[in-house]
């Protein structure tokens, strides 16, 4: 028995581990992820109990004593063991477990954000109209941002989910499950944090190349500053004059991105007006600076294969950098 | 001609040893397998299921090395060993190979090698059958797993979800067709051998074993072909789908043209659930077999085995949408699966608990083959209990797509199929090479496997949680994921070693080591008359079946079998021949004459393959070629291996009995294998038919309401047609009995031009109307289901004519008519997909 | 009617084995194609849908009923020829035993199959 003795310790080594990130369902942040949490940890230890009975018993009639037993005993631990305790286990847990389920669900009190998962990062809209319905695409509208969403804390918040190209799923451990952003249809998740704090969010559908790096960050403030957040991300940006914003257009960066307050008005890749009021760039992958914005703008698929913006290293360093060096700016 | 021929076996002295050393000189000779080149024509079970389960294994192992590259690249964050291109080739070939180069073929030719030798039986009733799916195994398999040398395997996951891998500018390249192509050319394969199991187990048992003497493993056998036959077509009806959207821009699964992704993943999952029992039903049967005889008494609980193997297979089907949890679908929709996913833990439990039953009321022998079978319940039990954890939805939408999931179904697949495929390794290799493998090798593989997947696996339950996704090449420090992916990269080298280990033990030279001897484990069921080694002939009599463990419970029975003092203990005519029996009581019916070895099998697999081949890169005018060489091909193996008029019209098989041996209708296997043929066709065809009124009920417009379909008239007037053609099929079945041959010929040229018209009538409906297939998923839709039912027709047509020529060459007679029999019921068929084709498209518009 | 025992005795066969399950499985495919239906507009997630559920709980009824028809006439055949366990003689009687007994067992588990498949119906009554 040497072997469970090392799984145990094994074990209990990686929760500790597992209990310290900040996308771990562990490490609960959120109505949902609470309960599920807890009957995560009931099922376990009703699960180690009948794991530790059948192989005990099994270990008893095959080595420790492999004699023959009438076999009306035999019968009635296939009836009790086999069918009577199975039965009634799992009836029980059904009904805890779909009970749950509307509970989850029920209707939202706070804001309504739409998350449109595409390849490979993710677009925002704060406060928008609507709800799933039967409309087939998210609602328009709305205050653009990306790979960054807030909360507010204590508050139901709606997030509606949808795709324009493949399937990704919207996962932040740490609040509540995962719920897929499918194209042609819009899918509601509804999120209840409970405490301040910064939570890491992945895609957890394969989408492609990039599907690894295709992360988000989820900030719950309270409710005030999340109202003054949204009231900023609507605003246009910090800086629109300088030899950053020239370059930016002249280099046809603006095909893809917008920058509110200038011309850039590009859809196809994230709304950058705010861009340095996020802790990330490219999608939950750098810290947020000039260094690491520069160093993106020059080589996309070395940091981050499979991206869709294609690398800027035939730019001259020092456009690189004077772009660089706006964007860092955007408050 | 000597006096053997003249006299029947009942007239044999099968005391007299000279006899019985002329007919082992006889059945030897029969039964052999062809020499030099000419052994790829073997088509015996004992060749065939043995390439089978070689080629399934080596799929095996380069699975695994794609998995150790794989946990090697995750061994540290960020790690840079693999491009993240080449992982998801590696992730996607590495799901696919296991699933379906693996885990479903290794139980297709485990059964293909023991089933016949479970029923005393002297082979499958489809030999050639069995050889035709391993070719197309082989050459399918290869085409799938070779892409990855050329960079260009699939990367879209085994699972295959659209968008992403329907739309070139996702995945361009022929990744995604090699996939489809490739793998339903091996799924008709997997069909094939479905339809070869059942009919064997239903029909070929020797005489005397009545349903409740069955052994359990024909049970389990029986339960899986049967999932096998409604579970593949639902995928192949996707795949049809999925192709037609790859290659001609047919929109069923593109939202912008009304299609639906979510379709896909519906027919995937009904295939895709049942999979996963369809893997292990099969090995727990193994366990079913081996538990028996080491506890040295018969299985306790036998009909709780029969109630939970076919319980299984029915309620796995109730499953499918637990892989969709977190697709959006309501909560009340979610529940049903959850209610039926929990449910399937009941038989589950029942399979373990008379195990151990079986064990405790046993005195149980240990031995290497127990060691995997305890093995087998300390992995598989924690499987099974993450399993019912993850049925709860709320749970599941934290655990999906995590690597929780990745452990839960480690644990439920190497520990309820590789375990029990290991244990029976070492339980039958005796039985397939006359030597038993090595004890200490043996429990060296255990203990390098149980310790190295629980290092490897059990971590990842935790990995998942801490917020690991599936199906990443890479991922960042600091998130407390470093250890346990340390870890489990370290366990999956150990359980390679383990792998090496039996890999090593099978294939080191043995040089004079002796044989082992007969029955070496004690057993008492059929499968260990066998001599070590083995003959091709499988038994040397087929034996009298009174018990479920004839060796333990029949006295003096291996030597009454050795003695041939049971049926068919002589070649006479020097051809292999079987007995046909009854399906509830196994009483003797027919004298099966199955065909021996032949080169077609391999042609038609070959050229069969070709089309797939051909049609993944596009080189139409070559596919069309080709599939013209397939059906001739097919044709000609049909003509001149089936149906074959015998000599005389019955035949003594031994003990006084006689036996026809041609029969038609249902006593015949062939007649079975035509009807469950058409079940699993019919399958396919409801998957087809399941899109259309899943379209219906997502869109308002569907079908549309200004009429812009297939219209009324021309979809009525091929259906006319459709049933005039089964009408005439039906009465040239019956004229031909009836001795009027002129007009049963008359009949079936009519009806194959009935069909013929039939089925181009019903293609003119849409074109006259001009749907356009790309514009929309309804015309799509219309166009999928027009052509499968034309293509249909086409087919019964090329049946009527197969017939009449057949009548005219003089190979089928008023009374051996199997022929127009078995045709005459696959248009029943045929005339209920034409009704419900017509009814669907334009009669359900004026309805809806 | 005789597959159910209302009258006389019935030849067990492998399709009377299979219809407790099987009517497990067409009871499934209804709540599951009927709520789906039901739900599939999409339009108010919140609004009740008491219609469907009271469908869905007669259609359980009539399945938990019917099942209960195919236990019961396997359990009264089973047990007027003794209702013993061991059927693994060599007679017809026996493969009818045998067929009779694990009819009851299928019976009970697709009856705690459908009884499962009823507690959404009751828990949630919705389409959210």
Redesign the interface.
Same mark, same amino acid.
Do not use: K, Q
């Given at each position: 028995m040497n072997v469970l003795h090392a799984i145990a310790g094994l074990l209990l080594l990686l929760l500790l581990s597992a209990c310290t990130g900040a996308q771990s369902a562990f490490d609960t942040g959120g109505v949902e992820a609470e309960r599920v949490l807890g009957m995560f940890w009931i099922m376990v230890v009703g699960a180690a109990v009948i794991w530790i009975f059948v192989i005990g018993l099994s270990c008893y009639v095959t080595r420790v004593s492999p004699r023959a037993v009438d076999d009306r005993i035999g019968?009635r631990l296939i009836i009790w063991g086999g069918?009577v305790f199975p039965?009634l286990v799992?009836?029980g847990l059904?009904?805890w477990g779909? =009970?749950m389920?509307?509970e989850l +669900? +029920?209707?939202a009190d706070g804001p309504t954000i739409a998350v449109s998962g595409e390849r490979f990062w993710w677009r925002v809209a704060y406060d928008v109209e609507g =709800?799933? =319905?039967?409309v087939r695409n998210l609602p328009p509208g709305g205050v653009p941002s990306a790979n960054e969403i807030w909360l507010p804390v204590g508050q139901r918040s709606t997030i509606l989910l949808g795709s324009p190209d493949v399937i990704h799923s919207f996962w932040a451990p740490s609040l509540a499950g995962k719920m897929d952003a499918i194209p042609g249809r819009v899918n +509601?998740l509804v999120m209840e944090p409970t405490r301040t704090g910064v939570y890491n969010g992945v895609c957890a559908e394969f989408c492609g190349e990039a599907h690894a790096q295709m992360g988000f960050r989820v900030v719950v403030v309270s409710e005030q500053e999340y109202a003054a957040y949204v009231r900023a991300q609507a605003a246009p940006a910090a800086v629109t004059q300088g030899p950053g914003v020239d370059l930016f257009l002249r280099n046809g960066c603006a095909a893809c991105h917008s920058v509110r307050g200038t011309t850039a008005d590009g859809q196809i890749g994230p709304d950058l007006t705010h861009v340095a009021s996020r802790r990330t760039i490219g999608a939950g992958l750098l810290p947020t600076t000039p260094e690491n914005i520069a160093a993106f703008i020059r080589s996309t698929d070395h940091v981050k294969p499979g991206v869709e913006m294609p690398s800027f290293g035939m730019l001259p360093e020092a456009e690189v950098t004077a772009i660089a060096q706006w964007l860092g700016s955007l408050e | 001609m000597s006096e053997t021929t003249r006299q029947g076996a009942s007239d044999r002295d099968q005391e007299d040893e000279a006899v019985r050393r002329a007919q082992e000189e006889r059945l030897r000779k029969v039964w052999a397998a062809p020499k030099g080149w000419r052994y790829w024509s073997a088509v015996n079970n004992t060749e065939v299921g043995v390439w089978y389960t070689a080629l399934s294994f080596a799929f095996m192992l380069f699975a695994g090395v794609l998995a150790l590259i794989m946990r090697a690249q995750l061994a540290v964050p960020e790690n840079n060993l693999v491009t993240p291109d080449f992982y998801n080739q590696a992730f996607t070939l590495h799901g696919t190979a296991m699933m379906f180069l693996f885990a479903v073929p290794i139980f297709e030719a485990v059964a293909i090698i023991l089933l016949p030798q479970l029923l005393g039986a002297r082979d499958l009733p489809f030999p050639r059958l069995s050889a035709f799916g391993f070719w197309c195994f082989l050459i399918g398999g290869v085409f799938v797993c070779g892409s990855i040398f050329f960079g260009a395997a699939p990367t879209g996951g085994w699972f295959m979800y659209p968008p992403l891998t329907t739309e070139e500018r996702f995945t361009p390249g022929y990744g995604a067709d090699i996939w489809l192509l490739g793998l339903s050319f091996i799924e008709v394969a997997s069909i094939a051998a479905a339809i070869e199991l059942i009919v064997g187990t239903l029909k070929c048992r020797p005489p005397?074993m009545?349903?409740?003497?069955m052994p359990l493993y024909a049970w389990y056998v029986l339960v899986v072909a049967g999932m096998i036959l409604f579970a593949f077509p639902p995928l192949i009806a996707g795949d049809i789908l999925f192709e037609l959207e790859r290659l001609f821009d047919w929109p069923f699964f593109d939202p912008t043209r009304g299609g639906d992704p979510v379709l896909w993943q519906h027919l995937f999952w009904i295939f895709g659930h049942p999979e996963v029992y369809i893997v292990f039903l099969p090995a727990i049967a193994l366990l079913a077999m081996i538990i028996p005889t080491f506890a040295q008494r018969?299985i306790l609980g036998?009909?709780?085995i029969?109630?939970a193997a076919?319980?299984t297979?029915?309620?796995s089907?109730?499953l499918w949408?637990h892989h969709m949890y977190t697709t959006g679908?309501?909560?009340?929709?979610?529940?049903?699966?959850?209610?039926?996913s929990?449910?399937v833990a009941?038989?589950t439990g029942v399979q373990i608990f008379v195990f151990l039953a079986t064990l405790m009321t046993g005195r149980v022998i240990y031995s290497v083959p127990m060691l995997f079978v305890s093995g087998f319940l300390a992995i598989f039990v924690i499987g099974g209990l993450t399993g019912v954890m993850v049925a709860i939805a709320p749970f599941d939408w934290q655990a999906h797509d995590t690597y929780f999931v990745v452990a839960h179904l480690h644990y439920v697949l190497i520990g309820g199929m590789l375990f029990p495929v290991v244990a029976g390794v070492f339980y039958y290799w005796p039985m397939i090479s006359g030597r038993k493998l090595s004890d200490r090798l043996g429990r060296l593989a255990f203990w390098l496997m149980f310790v190295g997947f629980n290092v490897a696996f059990f971590p990842m339950h935790f990995s998942g949680l801490a917020g690991m996704p599936r199906r990443v090449w890479t991922y960042p420090e600091a998130l407390g994921l470093e250890l346990p992916n340390l870890v489990s990269t370290i366990g999956a080298f150990v359980f390679a070693a383990g792998i090496l280990t039996i890999v090593y033990d099978v294939l080191r030279p043995r040089g004079s080591e002796p044989y082992a001897k007969r029955n070496p484990w004690n057993a008492g069921t059929l499968e260990w008359l066998a001599e070590m080694p083995g003959e091709n002939w499988g038994v040397r009599s087929v034996p009298v079946?009174?018990?479920?463990y004839p060796i333990w419970q029949q006295p003096n029975f291996i030597d009454d079998v050795d003695k041939g003092r049971f049926y068919l203990p002589d070649a006479e005519e020097m051809k292999r021949e079987t007995i046909v029996s009854s399906?509830?009581?196994g009483e003797p019916e027919q004298c099966l004459r199955v065909p021996g070895p032949s080169f077609m099998p391999m042609i038609s697999a070959f050229l069969t393959g070709a089309v797939f081949i051909l049609a993944t890169f596009h080189y139409w005018y070559a596919t069309i070629a080709f599939m013209a060489l397939a059906t001739v091909s097919i044709m000609i193996w049909l003509w001149r291996g089936t149906a074959i008029i015998p000599e005389k019209p019955e035949k003594d098989v031994g003990r006084g009995l006689k036996l026809p041996l041609y029969t038609s209708g249902p006593i015949s296997v062939g007649w079975w294998a035509m009807f469950i043929t058409m079940t699993g066709d019919v399958t396919a065809f409801i998957g087809l038919i399941f899109g259309y009124y899943y379209f219906f009920?997502?869109h308002e417009d569907f079908p549309p309401p200004s009429g812009a379909g297939p219209g009324v008239v021309w979809p009525m007037v091929s259906l006319g047609l459709f049933l005039a053609a089964w009408g005439a099929a039906w009465l040239a079945l019956e004229r031909n009995r009836a001795r009027r041959i002129g007009a049963a010929r008359v009949l079936m040229g009519a009806g194959a031009g009935a069909a013929l018209s039939a089925a181009a009538v019903l293609l003119w409906g849409p074109f006259a109307t001009g749907l356009d297939p790309a514009s929309h998923v309804y015309p799509a839709t219309v166009w999928v289901l027009a052509i499968w039912t034309a293509a249909h027709g086409a087919v019964g047509a090329l049946m009527l004519l197969y017939c009449l020529a057949r009548s005219l060459a003089g190979r089928f007679t008023s009374d051996h008519d199997i022929d127009i029999a078995n045709v005459t019921l696959y248009w029943h068929f045929m005339a209920g997909t034409a009704l419900v084709t017509v009814a669907t498209l334009a009669l359900f518009p004026l309805a809806a | 009617m005789r597959l159910f025992g209302l009258y006389g005795r019935t030849q067990d066969? *492998?399709w009377t084995?299979?219809a407790a399950?099987?009517i497990?499985?067409v009871h499934? *495919?209804f709540?599951?194609f009927y709520?789906?239906?039901r /739900?599939?507009?999409?339009? $108010?997630?919140?609004a009740s849908?008491g219609g469907t559920r009271i469908v869905v709980g007669i259609a359980t009824v009539a399945a938990l009923v019917l099942i209960g028809l195919v236990f019961r006439r396997a359990w009264v055949e089973w047990q007027a020829k003794g209702g013993t366990?061991r059927? $693994?003689? $060599?007679t017809?009687e026996?493969?009818e035993?045998? %067929?009779e007994?694990?009819t009851v %067992? %299928?019976a009970? *588990?697709?009856f705690?199959?459908v009884?499962? $498949?009823v507690?959404?119906?009751l *828990?949630?009554?919705? /389409?959210?």
């Open positions: 019968i069918c039965t799992l009836a059904l009904f779909l =009970g389920m509307p +669900r +029920r209707p =709800g799933p =319905g039967v +509601r | 005397g009545r349903l409740n003497l018969p036998y009909s709780w029969v109630l076919v319980g297979g029915f309620i089907f109730g949408v679908l309501p909560a009340i929709s979610l529940g049903f699966f959850s209610a039926a929990e449910a009941i038989p079946i009174t018990s479920r399906v509830l009581d009920t997502i | 066969t *492998l084995l299979i399950p099987a497990w499985g499934f *495919l709540s599951y709520a789906a239906y /739900c599939a507009p999409n339009a $108010d997630i919140f849908i366990v059927h $693994d003689r $060599d017809a026996d493969r035993h045998f %067929l007994f694990s %067992l %299928l009970a *588990l697709s705690v199959a009884a499962f $498949d507690m959404p119906v *828990l949630i009554g919705d /389409c959210r």
